[in-house]
């Protein structure tokens, strides 16, 4: 079941094996859908490090799921918590943006920390690793729900005509568990009859908007267009754009957004163009610790080859084709930060806010300063 809403996961239990966690190899598709075991939780780390999981809240569920594994790996341990503490770290050192990794690590570990000596660690992980999952479901579509009310503010006015969105990287289903974060409303609004139709960044150099944006939505029949990364700003200058929207791997708590490269130039001409750019985020990818993005936000630098070469069809071969001279040096940076001053608002779980620490802590007051 593929589609947003169904019974689609990203991970899951493999139903007859629970100790086997399972998930979609992001890396094949458009063109294979491929469902790729986990066992042991270095499979995990290699699943979240070279890319067959990504998205924040994903990452984050498969870094809880491994440490299940871990757990279950631990029981021929003399110390089974030492050993899942020890796999923690290593999971916590395979991408340094999302700030969901962090988050659901230390999620697990405080179950880990307060689990009374004699309790199964297997089950009680199990169980908050399940949960994340579930809970993610439910904020992806809390965000649905809020942002859907912005495209039907847009359609209102629109007489029939399409509300056109675009959107950059993939922050769908695949991104998350269910739903995602910048499709959510999309879905949301095309399961209500709306007119909609997204501009899909392809996004380089994964191409995560041609090879899962653009495959999500076509499983979801919402009507959509393929455009190279550096078309947006001549839409959007030509009236073509509606609306903006992209997820978040990181957020301040005054609202600066890191996500994928190409983000803040999307920010800019939409800026330009007084076009609406909103992001929507889960609060679990919101980052209380820091309030300066530009300083504080540990940006990830992947390897060239991911530049250097791009994979696809090619008859009926699957391959990886260089396109560059291999002597050519190549900066690979996998994220950039808009600041807040750029951010229309921030669609999350509770509501929509504007982007900066007013705004956010007005839908999630507990973390208010503490007066002295």
Not at 285 to 314: C, N
């Amino acid at each position: 079941m593929r589609k947003s809403g169904s019974n689609f996961r990203t991970i899951w239990q493999k139903p007859d094996d629970r100790e086997t966690v399972q998930i979609i190899d992001q890396r094949r598709l458009p063109h294979e859908y491929v469902v790729q075991d986990l066992r042991t939780w270095r499979d995990g780390a290699v699943a979240i490090s070279d890319m067959l999981v990504r998205g924040a809240p994903l990452i984050g569920a498969t870094a809880a799921w491994s440490l299940y594994l871990a757990a279950l790996e631990g029981r021929n341990t003399s110390d089974q918590s030492a050993f899942v503490a020890e796999a923690a770290e290593a999971l916590g050192a395979t991408r340094p943006t999302a700030v969901n990794l962090r988050w659901a690590i230390g999620r697990m570990r405080s179950v880990i920390d307060s689990a009374d000596r004699g309790l199964d660690l297997v089950s009680l992980l199990e169980t908050e690793a399940r949960d994340i999952c579930d809970e993610d479901i439910e904020i992806s579509r809390g965000i649905g729900e809020h942002g859907l009310k912005l495209i039907e503010q847009i359609a209102a006015t629109k007489q029939g005509e399409p509300v056109n969105i675009l959107t950059h990287c993939n922050a769908g289903s695949l991104a998350t568990i269910n739903y995602g974060t910048a499709t959510a409303p999309v879905y949301f609004a095309h399961a209500k009859g709306i007119n909609v139709h997204v501009w899909v960044d392809e996004t380089r150099p994964r191409n995560q908007g041609s090879q899962l944006t653009a495959w999500e939505l076509a499983e979801n029949g919402v009507p959509h267009t393929l455009i190279v990364d550096n078309a947006g700003g001549h839409l959007m200058q030509h009236g073509l754009v509606d609306i903006c929207i992209t997820g978040t791997d990181r957020t301040t708590r005054t609202g600066d957004v890191a996500n994928k490269i190409g983000t803040y130039l999307k920010a800019l001409a939409a800026h330009d163009n007084n076009v609406p750019f909103y992001v929507a985020l889960p609060s679990t990818t919101i980052d209380w610790t820091i309030s300066d993005g530009l300083r504080d936000i540990p940006i990830e630098e992947r390897d060239p080859e991911e530049v250097r070469s791009i994979y696809g069809r090619h008859g009926s071969e699957l391959c990886s084709v260089d396109t560059v001279a291999s002597t050519t040096n190549i900066s690979n940076i996998a994220f950039d930060v808009t600041p807040a001053r750029y951010v229309t608002g921030l669609i999350t779980e509770h509501g929509i806010c504007a982007a900066s620490e007013e705004g956010l802590v007005s839908l999630f007051p507990s973390q208010a300063p503490r007066k002295e």
